[in-house]
């Protein structure tokens, strides 16, 4: 699972970033936030916080200036239904203070005024918010944000972990997924003995 990068620009654009690490060539998405920071570092080796995506259709690398931007996101695309590239969207207009206070008093004209954010997607995004209000409070709250993994990050990791041990991408997915559901284990550890145990 790739947590971090750090290189130099090859090329920068509004919602990615190709960065130059040791000769690999690495296309990773942002947010406007990020583009704005990286604006005046093309030059100069930058630090990014990664998320690594992993599911049955695709990887993607998505970047972030800070661990706490970084976090958000997680905690956004965690949502129901609300998808990275979402996700993004917002971290490109809103803070996390500014996205809850809009939740906590219904403004969903401070929501649409981003990009293709509109009607129904708003309302799903303050939805989906305030059925979470104790974590985006706890988010706040807290200086050190350091969550535990989600079920979606062991899930990643304990493909990365087969992936390591020889299983080709696909196999590993479908594996991890029949042994979380089968057995309800969300242990990255014990899934990867599982799957060890059945192959």
Do not use: W
Request: charged letters at 30%; glycine letters at 6%.
């Amino acid at each position: 699972m790739i947590a971090g990068l750090k290189g130099k620009i090859e090329r920068l654009d509004v919602s990615f970033v190709e960065l130059d690490v040791n000769g690999v060539i690495y296309e990773i998405f942002i947010s406007f936030k990020t583009y704005e920071g990286l604006k005046s570092s093309k030059d100069k080796q930058v630090n990014l916080c990664v998320y690594h995506l992993i599911n049955d259709r695709t990887q993607k690398l998505f970047g972030f200036l800070n661990i706490r931007d970084r976090e958000l996101f997680k905690l956004i695309r965690g949502l129901h239904g609300i998808g990275e590239m979402t996700a993004l969207k917002i971290l490109s207009f809103m803070s996390a203070d500014e996205l809850y206070k809009a939740v906590v008093n219904g403004d969903n004209s401070q929501l649409e005024k981003i990009p293709k954010v509109k009607g129904k997607t708003s309302e799903k995004i303050i939805f989906e918010v305030k059925q979470n209000l104790k974590k985006f409070e706890a988010f706040l709250n807290d200086t050190n944000v350091n969550y535990l993994p989600t079920k979606e990050d062991k899930k990643d990791l304990s493909v990365l972990a087969l992936i390591q041990l020889g299983f080709d991408e696909k196999t590993a997915i479908k594996e991890v997924s029949k042994v979380m559901t089968a057995k309800n284990i969300d242990d990255t550890a014990e899934i990867v003995r599982e799957v060890l145990k059945l192959t």
